[in-house]
């Protein structure tokens, strides 16, 4: 594959501590307990975490997506059994922290993240973002626009995220895509919504994102199938004319059906089965994909743990289709 | 449409608050945060709850059902993406309130049920129901009867709730279409139940159904597929040879399987999926709905308000096929 | 007493919907199930909620404290069985709902909030205020300056809140008084804190609040005993030389321990009692109190409303002291 | 002690199964792992459940208090730690399951209450009742006053209970000391209520109770202090002039403070302590106590079961003090 | 069938408690509220818990299995509404209760729960297993292949279970089929393992059963549609040459999807639906099934039952499929 | 102090990551958000986890403690409050992480613990042990007696923990102290046991305690009342007559009522209260603590995180009394 990072030279590579060497309820929980490193330095890949929840409309709690999605993370093991994906074979990868958002003040923290992702994919880094509400994709595709130029998208949400302002605002939760678009931050060519469904404010809303050349799957579309068709098409569509463009993959837990992913703040039923969302993923391989992210996990509706482990395996998916990953045979 | 209802001179029609007017947390939660009015008088539907728990076989809870499913209505919009129906378009709607059951005496309670039905349908009111129990559906199905002459059920269940008696009772959540079939409200040729399934009391019980007339789709027979075609099939039975019979919906929220409504009172294994749900009321349209309701759902086992935002939805999307809503184009 | 309002001439009096009348688990939930009203006019005390959380350092989801307030208050009956106060013997009172916050934007929300409670005091209402987090005693008190003068204050809690900043904001749940004593809202030789305790980011935060003349009084000072005591020194010096000079509570659920009050963002272990708490309220009986709140309950950490219920009967007991209101014999 | 029951010739006395034996979490949960029997034959006392909740203002599920009480009830062991009680050294126990209520119907449960404690007392075995909620005093003290004639009464409540009527009815659980009085059944120089608070819909429904010549201790007169010297008091004065009049405790478990038992259905705060409510059993050795009942236990409020271990230990120490029971030096 | 067993001269059968005689809430809480017995004498099925979980390797809790499956198993009935089964017309049944495991010593437990198995199937009774953690295969299967012989299995399980240690052990959730294969108490020609998916320690896991002989049907290949087709291969494959070869049935719950089974140890994403599951089940009628378990739902995790609920209900249909039910026209 | 180390040379000091930096719900959960180090290399003192449960009689998930606690600790700050405390101003202080335990080998895990804190204290390190159960504290105590001789101990629980077996076994979590004693590791002259109550096996298990030479203050003679007194003479009694003698502080949470602590596996109800737990710590001053642990907190049934909470700030207030700790005037 073209896009293959050369990784020989790098060994030895991180590896995810196994549950045999320690048990896996013990130990400090990093991202499936991979070694952390406070930067991107050296890595091929990493996961993030961006603690914030003050673009959240109704229910909050996102700010400790993060922190769960890593506590559930330590059932991950490093091969990925249906693809057999094996990407601590061949990318240096780690968990890098948080992003220090700051907790009072929204202006401030999209500009810390703005900033750390400058920082974080300077190197090539493909960054694994944990949120966090969906405000965040906004500076995330900044940083991402600054250093790849116009960004291909596929985005799995219950919600288009294209409103003009919430509340008479412009940051918050709901339209991170309305300000890409506007800057000029997508190729809007190369951008699939999924999943979109529910009740709304205007019922032309997701017609705004059909007129800038958005491939808008409705949920309705996906209902009792598989998706593997769909993303054929939707590979060939974001993957641009040279079969490599960049492309970033923002997936909205609440995209899946409430049944899957009950802890997070705007639920609606009707919604993606978690096979499908394994579908959209292990649809992208072959991708230039620059990074991912799962955002909109709230840990205070979710005391099990159910959605941050949907949200740990979902971002290790992701992992296992970036560019330079090797597959065992 | 023959029965769509001539809405114009009725303007303003009430409309949702909206989240961009006040946050979707804030205020008090009436149904979708729509005006609160103490009767039916000029509206053309209406929400209403019905808090009654008292025919209960199992776990009781359901008397709180109206409480969380206002509560957890608030992330409603007025728009439906999927079907574009715009109900607050062309439908005066508000929330009534709850009737006043008696929280001791399941008789007296019954009886002010029908009463309270009496004058909400008088006008032409179409009301919503938000349970409380299935027990509710008896004197409702009274009211009706008396307002519109025998009606035909969508009745979507996990049971068939034709018990002759429960523990020697004839009054019970098990028992009301048995009780309505014999006081002749229904017209049983124009009964559909979907969704039943589980284990039974007697090997016959569903029989007894076929055998009034109705016609019973058992929870196989949906399994892993639309039930679109069944919703022609039903419409068509349904609809009367005149195509706008009287025609009730009674969604027992066990209809659906426990993992998208898990808090409810005698939940069942392999039902209906929350898609198949919203196919089956959404299908609905058309029809000369004269009410509608979503009973069993029952909040103390449903802490994270899951299944109430189910209901919730699911009571919105019943609006949304009432006779006499608009769509847009 | 001479700060009692005349009252005679404004009967009929709201009462609160009783149980024996519509059960209580039914209607829609107002405070107290009192009636709705959109301003105070025409009211001698009223309940408001302040649904915001956007100044939270670790948990949010005081947003919701409103609500979920509301939904435990149907519970409260309108006689004090313990002092025999009858509040609705002799105010008018009424749920005003809540300020409509800006659910992304901590400054436009402070703002709202003064703005709000201008008219709410502007005739002289005495607001019982559900939180929403702690940062909202800063633009009530604001508000209450203006209308009173510097104001004598209660303030019971497990931390100080007089933080200069936190993460560089001047604006947060942990620094409200700081601004309150810059800005001289305050007089603050009649301010007395209650409960402080815990670990703290700097060694003397505390001797701070004693340098500017505040009565600190440790949580450890309370252990083990009642509380009627020190009650009597605070009445005495909050009062003023007048005795009637005007005093707001601010009373935070976690300056209770948390196994009163678990359901809150920042508990702190080894607090007060609720025993205590119902002894502080109650001890204010006499003075010129000119508003109230009950902050930081955070109902996602509070599935089972234990932590709602107890701030609902803390509002309750504060409206049984505010002055005017009758006691039976 | 002259009304300890001679038991010598009645040996072997069953013994709750050890967790030596088979663990704690295993086997099928009965009262403290006795043996089951289906009557109260041969028996000195016996645990029994009443799971109704047919007479609930608020929030029910009382109905499944006897089944939660029993899981907990496994970690019970056989001796006293505090007062050396070994009551299976002398008296004859089992769980005799619960009384068959009809779900659906209160007055028929009530009925059947009655007869079952007519046939379980019949022999003079002494009950210790698993509620179910408060109603179910009623046809218990009917039953009682058959067997025994006026009965003294030990009453641990936050409500005092003699409601004439809730919602119109004369039967709830808000009602049955106000049944038991108007029928007779008591000795009201003998009862004595305990816990007494919060609000309630006359100012003077506690000054009913001591109209009748009850003892009424309000909840605020027990703060902060023992409660073994008022149990003296209690004493003396429910055990008659004889010493040995019949006495039955009553003890709802909203007697004590939320913070100890949240799962109840109308809690109260202020209540009290745990600890108190163990002082109060605890004083009651040496009474000629003729049964006994923990009510209001509400499991889909409790769900990790602390208030049921609550119950199930007051339940067990409710049979230390049974009379006849044996003490290890 | 050859192997149905002579059933006419064991009358009069046991049959579940019905909720008309005595309230699904009330009683002692047995499987289906049979007759327990304490032994398989006079039985052909029973329900047998085992309760353990020191095999388990994330999270624990899998010990309280059997209480809770017990606990929801009130609310089934007799009758197979799906099937016709009928069971209790022609097998005597009844909760044998639980193995008395150790609750220290997992060496202890392991020979502890062989034994008892030995004596349970000595009489050919077939016993349906509540665990309990997966380690509990390995001691069943060897009683089975003492009675029975190289024993088919269907396991059903997101993970294969064939780890040679954990944590440097032999014996452990992960490793029972192993250790059978390696004891020669299988039929591997006659195993299938339906459900496997997730990550893996090594890519290669699925491959040593191929490798062994067994059928692995991965999660991904039973995505989207039904597996009835799927379980005729099965049939065939397991029952042997003969037709009536002894099969055994191992389904962990962790086989199904989170959404349905959240309450598990180590739960894996992407799995079988409850629907799936009952097509399993449903589709090994007509094998001599000489055993059966449900394990690995763990009660801590699943605080309202919703996984015990599921589990119970399979374990009815697994009774349903055992040689010799008879089936209702 | 004669016991104070110095630590002058030792800067800089490593402090906690403050709220200021980093928002306190981000960032990677170390206990007080310290660094974290794999080894006490260099440390004054240390916080360490030890991930066990396989010594459980009843309710399991201990093995969870440490992850709970470091996550919850994210609240604490530097400072005592109450003592002004400064542990951070003069001992060097880290996380260490856990103890690898073996995860299905209650044996083997008692050997790696006991090497470990071999490691851990061989160079005076003491170490703050977040458990597990209280199994672990046999193997710490042998390695505790290695290095300083008999120990004194004080034990805060509700069981003495001194059975001779459980099950059979001499390993588990109620025998401890019995091994112990029996190894001659302690100096039973200054044991003091705090809080024993409840239910036991045997009337004199207290008995075998105070045969030993340990002082026992039962629950009950702590009730209603400071500790503070107490306090004293455990001071003079466990510090020896040369004033410094070692001590170690084991304080299971079970110690504490259930209304503090409900998240553990043996709860018994009339505990200690968290101010007394407070008093029990703070009054230890002075002491040669050579370490101290907080056992059996139990996160599975602790869903909003209360018992780590107060876990974590006990295992401050640990620190905090440790040799060395500077106060600030």
Redesign the interface.
């Known amino acids: 594959m073209s896009n293959a990072l050369p990784t020989t030279d790098k060994k030895p590579l991180n590896q995810p501590l196994?549950?045999?060497?320690?048990?896996?309820?013990?130990?400090?929980?990093?991202m499936m307990r991979l070694p952390?490193q406070e930067t991107s330095d050296g890595l091929d890949a990493c996961f993030v975490?961006v603690?914030f929840?003050?673009?959240?409309?109704?229910?909050?709690?996102a700010?400790?997506g993060?922190?769960q999605v890593?506590?559930e993370s330590?059932?991950?093991?490093?091969?990925?059994?249906?693809t057999?994906a094996?990407p601590f074979d061949s990318l240096q990868v780690a968990?890098i922290?948080?992003?220090?958002?700051?907790?009072?003040?929204?202006f401030d923290s999209i500009d810390r993240i703005e900033t750390a992702y400058d920082a974080i994919i300077a190197n090539g880094c493909r960054p694994i973002t944990i949120g966090g509400d969906h405000t965040i994709a906004w500076p995330i595709l900044r940083a991402m626009h600054k250093r790849y130029g116009p960004i291909g998208v596929v985005h799995v949400d219950a919600h288009a995220d294209v409103n003009d302002?919430?509340?008479?605002?412009k940051?918050?939760h709901g339209t991170p895509f309305r300000r890409a678009v506007e800057e000029g931050l997508l190729d809007c060519q190369r951008v699939v919504q999924i999943g979109?469904?529910?009740?709304?404010?205007?019922?032309?809303?997701?017609d705004w994102c059909r007129q800038q050349g958005f491939r808008v799957v409705?949920?309705?579309e996906c209902?009792?199938?598989?998706l593997a068709p769909l993303m054929k098409e939707v590979i060939e569509r974001v993957a641009g004319p040279s079969g490599d463009a960049p492309v970033y993959l923002s997936f909205d837990i609440d995209g899946l059906?409430?049944?899957?992913a009950?802890?997070t703040g705007?639920?609606?039923?009707?919604g993606l089965t978690?096979?499908q969302g394994?579908e959209i993923i292990r649809g992208l391989r072959g991708l230039n994909l620059v990074g991912a992210d799962i955002v909109e996990i709230s840990p205070?509706?979710?005391?099990?743990g159910?959605t941050a482990?949907?949200g740990a395996?979902?971002a290790?998916e992701m992992l296992c289709v970036m560019p330079g990953v090797a597959y065992?045979s």
């Open positions: 196994g549950g045999d060497v320690v048990p896996r309820f013990a130990g400090i929980a990093t952390f975490g603690p929840d003050l673009g959240t409309s109704n229910r909050s709690g700010r400790f993060p922190r890593r506590s330590v059932l991950l093991r490093p091969y990925n059994m249906a057999r094996a968990d922290g948080d992003v220090a958002t700051n907790a009072y003040n929204i302002t919430m509340g008479g605002e940051i918050a979109l469904r529910g009740t709304g404010y205007h019922a032309d809303d997701f409705q949920a309705e209902w009792h199938k598989s059906d409430p049944s899957f009950p802890g705007t639920p609606e039923i009707g978690v096979q394994l205070p509706y979710d005391p099990q159910t482990l949907v395996n979902l290790y065992r």
